[in-house]
Each structure stands twice: as C-alpha cells, then as structure tokens.
C-alpha cells in the first residue's frame, strides 16, 4: 500500500485484483472521516486501510467490474452510501445511494472533492478533483487516455481530457485506475506524441 499526505489528506493508494487496478482511500485526519473511490477487489485490505476512519461515501470512477468488485463487501461493513454517474450507474452490482453530476461538490469531513464527467471510457466515466490531486479513474493515464469502444467515444474521451483534465495546473498530480500516477504537466507533454500518432478507431 502506498501512502502519504497530500496537504491535509491522508491519501492511500492500494493495488488490488487480478488485474491490478487502483483502489483509493482519502481520510481527512482532523474529522476522521473518509472516501473510498474504486473498491475493486480485496475488501479485506481497503477495510483495514479505512480502519478507525467513519466512511462517508464509496465513489466510482465508472461502473466496470475491475472497479467495483469489492463494493457489496465494503458497503455492507461501512454501512456507507454508494455514488456514481447516472450513465453508468445499472453497472454496479447494488444500486446507488445518489447519482453524480458534473460539478458536484463532495464533502468528507473538512476537505471535498469536485466531479469531473469525463466521458470516453465509458459514458458515465468521471475524475475527482481534491485539491492538488486527481482520481482519473480509465479516462487518462501515463501516455495517453485510457480505453474507449468505438470512434465516438474515442472523440468524447479526448474532449474530456482536453477540456476537463488539461486546464488544471501543471503540478496536479494524476492517479490513474491503473499503474504509477503522473502529473497534468507531463500528460499534456505526453499527449502532443500521442496526437501526433495514427490510431484505430476504437483505440
């Protein structure tokens, strides 16, 4: 497990699954009260990174199964309220408690996180902005943006990149859904390659 403080957040990235996807857990340590974005796997282990923590919400950066597979686990020990994109939201395996909207503010404790709807990966695809920090979830990652089905939503993730991910500061760390985090700054460098290369369609 990797952890540090970011500010005033705790922050605590877990890599879990058989197919190594990134769970995160923010705790703000003046209320003791927490986030938990991605359970995807191993609730054994995301609960005891929440242990002595009051969970405030369960967040999701998009509904597919590598992201969510540990949440009837962690909801059921948490007791804690399950948000996500409406778009995305008949992929969960329980209903959500509330849907999310662009913009959104969510508060746990006294930091909060601001909604970012970045669709492309999937239609309900969103990023938590909290302060310095981004939980990009599969829309962006070290080289370029994440997986998208078909030329459309390949045009809609790059939209979302452009004009969501890209006007933040160049300091602003990214945690992908996978792999080492990066920064805005060195994505923007990255994607000039990218753009500057063919791709398929459906890349």
């Known amino acids: 497990m990797y952890e540090k ?3 005033q957040i705790q922050h605590k990235r877990l890599v879990v699954g058989p197919w190594p996807m990134n769970c995160y857990v923010l705790i703000c340590p003046e209320i003791g009260q927490s986030a938990v974005i991605d359970p995807g796997a191993e609730p054994d282990r995301i609960l005891e990174a929440l242990e002595g923590t009051m969970v405030k919400v369960i967040l999701f950066t998009h509904g597919h199964p590598d992201h969510s597979g540990a949440l009837m686990e962690v909801q059921e020990a948490t007791g804690a309220p399950v948000a996500i994109h409406a778009l995305d939201a008949e ?3 329980l209903p959500a408690d509330f849907e999310l909207r662009d913009g959104d503010v969510i508060a746990f ?3 909060c996180l601001r909604v970012l709807h970045t669709p492309g990966h999937t239609p309900g695809s969103v990023c938590f902005l909290c302060g310095d920090i981004l939980i990009a979830g599969d829309t962006l990652f070290p080289g370029g943006p994440g997986h998208t089905d078909d030329a459309q939503a390949f ?5 979302s990149i452009q004009e969501k991910i890209f006007p933040l500061p160049d300091e602003t760390v990214v945690y992908p859904g996978h792999g080492d985090p990066t920064t805005v700054g060195q994505a923007r460098a990255e994607y000039a390659l990218f753009a500057a290369q063919p791709h398929p369609e459906d890349l």
């Open 5 to 7: 403080y970011i500010g």
């Open 91 to 93: 992929r969960l395996p």
């Open 109 to 111: 404790g006294e930091e």
């Open 155 to 159: 045009q809609q993730i790059l939209s």
